[in-house]
Every structure is written in structure tokens, then in C-alpha cells.
């Protein structure tokens, strides 16, 4: 009993000591997970901070693209004017400012047409006036950009003034729309592997993508819609209004690293427990075949040493007849010989494979309780239900199972110190057999249920603690099935159960 009662006290000392360093390790695993996950938000939170730096010089660029623009048109509508001073200016009128004013004109392409379309004047063109006469459809659409002015001379005259931008301003734009373009492909492009979706005002229309995710997915409108909401939902979208584009979100997840750490100590913790429990199911095994290597042996040993002097007592048996002893003691001798026929024979089916037969158990307990009865004290009590006429056939190894009551009945026995009452109950149903010993002895603690059928545990001061082990194995090795302690009142008493299958 104190070899358990220290096992016990190990198990709770390996056990806290185990805690401990495991406790320890996820504790020192979250630091340095929550520290690197610190740095890589940093680093998202820089990111973030460069786009909107990013974004903020573009628009300073489109802000002074648009002054631009704007002195542009201011110049055009200039030159327009003056060119209808002169078209509708009288005679006497001075037109030296007017005629300054256009052929100051170095930028900007126009062109003057008559009615029919044909080309009398072009300036700033990329085309050569000489060779080219007349407006062609493609310069007509080139040219069409702002509507053309206009100009009624006399007599029912028409001349139309066509202009665009300038070069310098076209170039410009050209510059600005690949500034725009470029900007967003560095954002999906620099994410530190952070999964980025830009979109829309609308926040639907997918404009730009990158980092690791399923990009084939991402054209589907289902998917998109609910990949926003769960990037929303784990950080605030980045908006930002870029040019004249209107304003543009940015959708993005924490990196696939920062995934990872976040997961790390719950796998490891998984990882620690499946390699103890692993660990613990190979000692047990290990343990459990050691045993039974050691049970095995001192069976077959045991048979052996009882072999020799039970044959010479077998032949004092028969000389004690031929001296005309009494028949009443030969007869108990010849028992008691039997019986330790039957205990070698037991010892000797241990790590073999046991023969089942087909038994009637009642009529088993019932013989087995009629030897058991005479060797035991007249004060205890022995009740069998039911009768002894019942059948209820259940395949068995004779001698095996009778020592499991055996067992059973002298630990009852000694658990009410000789003065009792002993109950065996059998009932079945379709498919089990059950058979429950039943004593009022001293009872039994809950946590010593399963302890009590540990090799060398014993409450007796006399007494090698392997009984119940031996039953235990007997009933589950060679049955297939189960023995343990169905109910126990501490000074009331104890109830094993037995279930066999049919």
C-alpha cells in the first residue's frame, strides 16, 4: 500500500513539475510571439503610414496639375478672344495688342478652318500645314475635345476655330495617370505580404490586389464581398482620395506570419500534450507487457514447484487408504489434493491461451461457494440468487473463473474480519452476464476503486496484494471482459461486478 501511496505522491510531483515547464515554456513563447508580432504590426503600421504620405504627394502633384490646367484654359480662352477682336474689330481700331497676343501663342494646337472643313491656318500642330488641307476625321476628333469657337466674318462667312491642349499639358497628364497607376501597384506590391484589396467608393468594384491570397477567387463577387467584411472586420480600411479619382479603400489582414505567431502557442500546446500523451500510452504499454512477462513466469514456476509434492501427496493418499484411516479424512484430503490439482492447473494455464466452454455459471458459483463455505468462518453469511436449477450458459475457462470467485469471496471474507453477510447476484440480459459479489465489510474510499487492483496493493498485514490483479486480468485477457468495483460505502460495505458476454 505505500508503494501506491508514493506512486501517488510521484505521479502529483511529475505531474506539477511537468505543468510547470510547460507552463513555463508557453509563457516564454507568448513573450517572444507578442514581441514579434509587436514589430510586424509596426512594420503594417508603417506601411500604412507610407501610403498615406504616398497618397498625399499625389495629390499635391494633381493640385498642381489642375493650377496648370486651369492657367492653360485661361490662355486659350485669351487667344480666343482676341482672335474674335480681330475677327469683328473696325477698321480704325488698333489690333497691334490683339495680334501680339496671338502670335505669342507657342503651345497651344489650333486650327482654322472654313465651313467645308478646310484647314487655312494651323499653329503648334504635329502635323504639316502644307500637306495637310483639310480637317480628316481623325483631326476633327482630336480636336473636339472642348468645342471650337465659332467666327462669323461677313456676308454670312463661317470660320471655326479648333484647339486642344498643349503638349506640355498632355504630358503632363500622361505623367500624372501613370503616377496614379504606379502609386497603387506599389501599394499591393510593398505590402510586406500583407493581404491587400483596394476598391471603389463603393467599396464592391475591385480595383487593385496583392499579398497571398486566392487571387482567382477574388473576381467572384460573393467572395469579395465577404473577404472585405472579414479584412474589415480585423482592421479599419485605410481611405484615401487619390487625384480625381474619387476616394479608394484599402482592405488589408494582418501578414501570414503574424497569423502564425498568433496560433504558435495553442499548437505547441497541442503538440506538447499528444507528444506526453504518446509518451505516457508507450510507457504504459511497455510497463504493461513487463508485468505481464513477470506474471507469466511466476505462474509457470509456481505450477512447476507445486508439481512434485503434489504428486507425493497424491501417493500418501493412496497409502493412507491401505492403513484403514478414516473415510471422512481421506475423502477431505483427497479435496484438498483436488484443489491443488485445480490451483496448478490454474498457474499453469497463465499465459496461454485459456480454453472457453460453454458453462452454466450459476451451477459454477454454487460449486465453488460449496468448497469455499466449509474452509471459511460459520459466522459469515452466503446468499446465491437464484436458485441453483437456473441456467444461464456463458463460455468459460473453468478453473480460471472459479479462481476469480475464489478471490472475490475470501477478500469479502477478510473485509468483514470473518462476521458478515456475502451476496452473489447473477442476472443477464441479451448480450452480458452480470455477476455481483457483494459484501458488508469495511468499505472502500472512491479514489482506491481502480488502485485496489494494482499489482502488490494490499490493505491486509498478511498478504502479497495480487488477488484482484489476477482476476483482473483473468476476467478481461481471457473473458473479454470486465471486472471493478460497481459500489462502496466506507463501514458498510463493498459490491464487485463481473460482466461476461454471452
Do not use: C
Request: charge should be positive.
Amino acid at each position: 500500500m505505500n508503494i501506491y501511496k508514493q506512486k501517488r505522491q510521484w505521479k502529483t510531483v511529475l505531474f506539477l513539475v511537468a505543468v510547470l515547464i510547460v507552463g513555463v515554456s508557453l509563457w516564454y513563447t507568448n513573450i517572444l510571439v507578442r514581441k514579434i508580432a509587436r514589430d510586424e504590426r509596426n512594420k503594417i503600421q508603417t506601411w500604412a503610414d507610407a501610403i498615406h504620405h504616398r497618397v498625399n504627394l499625389v495629390n499635391s502633384t494633381n493640385k498642381f496639375f489642375q493650377q496648370l490646367r486651369d492657367e492653360e484654359r485661361k490662355r486659350v480662352e485669351l487667344l480666343v478672344m482676341a482672335t474674335k477682336k480681330m475677327a469683328y474689330a473696325d477698321n480704325s481700331e488698333d489690333l497691334t495688342f490683339y495680334s501680339e497676343i496671338i502670335s505669342s501663342n507657342k503651345t497651344i494646337p489650333v486650327i482654322l478652318t472654313d465651313n467645308k472643313g478646310n484647314i487655312s491656318t494651323a499653329l503648334n500642330v504635329d502635323f504639316d500645314p502644307e500637306k495637310v488641307k483639310s480637317l480628316t476625321p481623325e483631326l476633327r476628333k482630336e480636336f473636339s475635345v472642348y468645342p471650337p469657337v465659332e467666327l462669323n466674318y461677313y456676308a454670312g462667312n463661317v470660320v471655326y476655330y479648333y484647339y486642344k491642349d498643349s503638349k506640355l499639358f498632355t504630358e503632363l497628364r500622361v505623367m500624372l495617370d501613370d503616377l496614379i497607376s504606379s502609386f497603387f501597384s506599389e501599394v499591393v506590391n510593398n505590402s510586406a505580404s500583407v493581404p491587400v484589396i483596394i476598391t471603389d467608393s463603393t467599396r464592391s468594384k475591385l480595383i487593385s490586389y496583392g499579398g497571398q491570397q486566392d487571387t482567382l477567387r477574388l473576381h467572384d463577387t460573393n467572395y469579395l464581398r465577404k473577404t472585405i467584411a472579414e479584412m474589415a472586420s480585423e482592421n479599419d480600411p485605410i481611405i484615401i482620395t487619390v487625384a480625381d479619382q474619387g476616394k479608394r479603400y484599402i482592405f488589408y489582414n494582418d501578414s501570414f506570419l503574424l497569423t502564425q505567431l498568433r496560433y504558435f502557442p495553442i499548437i505547441q500546446f497541442v503538440i506538447i500534450g499528444l507528444f506526453l500523451l504518446v509518451a505516457y500510452l508507450l510507457f504504459s504499454t511497455a510497463r504493461r507487457a513487463e508485468q505481464n512477462q513477470v506474471w507469466v513466469g511466476l505462474a509457470k514456476e509456481t505450477a512447476h514447484q507445486l508439481g512434485t509434492p503434489l504428486s507425493s501427496m497424491m501417493a500418501w493418499v493412496d497409502y493412507l487408504e491401505t492403513k484403514g484411516i478414516d473415510a471422512d479424512t481421506i475423502s477431505e484430503l483427497q479435496k484438498d489434493v483436488g484443489r491443488l490439482e485445480t490451483i496448478t492447473e490454474r498457474f499453469s494455464k497463465i499465459g496461454s491461451s485459456a480454453t472457453l466452454k460453454e458453462e452454466n455459471i450459476v451451477e459454477l458459483i454454487y460449486k465453488a461457494i460449496s468448497y469455499l463455505k466449509t474452509r471459511t468462518s460459520p459466522k459469515v453469511e452466503f446468499e446465491i440468487t437464484p436458485s441453483i436449477n437456473t441456467h444461464i450458459i456463458v463460455p468459460l475457462n473453468y478453473q480460471l473463473f472459479d479462481w476469480v470467485i475464489e478471490n472475490l469471496v475470501k477478500n469479502a471474507v477478510d473485509a468483514m474480519t470473518g462476521k458478515g453477510r456475502l451476496t452473489i447476484t447473477i442476472t443477464g440480459d441479451t448480450k452480458f452476464v452480470y455477476v455481483d459479489v457483494t459484501d458488508t465489510g469495511k468499505g472502500l474510499p472512491k479514489n482506491m476503486f481502480k488502485t485496489i487492483f494494482n499489482p502488490g496493493y494490499t490493505s491486509k498485514q498478511r498478504g502479497w496484494g495480487l488477488g484482484l490483479s489476477l482476476s483482473q486480468r483473468i476476467v478481461r485477457d481471457y473473458h473479454s471482459g470486465k471486472i471493478f468495483v460497481k459500489s462502496s460505502t466506507v463501514g458498510k460495505g463493498t459490491t464487485f461486478r463481473i460482466i461476461l458476454k454471452k
